[in-house]
């Protein structure tokens, strides 16, 4: 059974870090593509970065390009997402997902406020 678990999100300041993780389990994780979405209050779920299995290919979304980090450790099966330069825009729940499965985790909500 495919299950994917995110933790690290929380409340910080504008121009604060955090770093998101999602745990892989039930499939064979260094095998498939990975991505983080994110789903603000009253919007639609948009992508946010996207990573190849072995980590040697990413894609950003414009919003989030220069700040936004996408990662992999296929021995732990985690991906990682480092947002630095936060903004109150990037305020949403933040969503692991597996391409291949359609699979998705419960989701961290990050808030970004003073």
């Known amino acids: 059974q495919v299950q994917l678990v995110e933790s690290g999100g929380g409340l910080v300041q504008p121009g604060g870090s955090l770093r998101l993780s999602c745990a892989a389990s039930?499939?064979?994780?260094?095998?498939?593509?990975m991505s983080w979405y994110r789903q603000a209050p009253g919007k639609e779920r948009e992508l946010v970065a996207t990573?190849?299995?072995?980590?040697?290919?990413?894609n950003y979304a414009d919003s989030v390009k220069g700040r936004f980090t996408i990662s992999r450790d296929n021995a732990k099966n985690t991906v990682y997402l480092q947002m630095n330069s936060l903004k109150p825009e990037d305020t949403a729940v933040y969503y692991c997902y597996a391409h291949r499965f359609g699979a998705w985790g419960q989701g961290t909500q990050v808030t970004v406020s003073s």
């Open positions: 990573i190849t299995t072995t980590g040697g290919g990413t």
């Open positions: 039930g499939f064979i994780f260094s095998s498939y593509v």
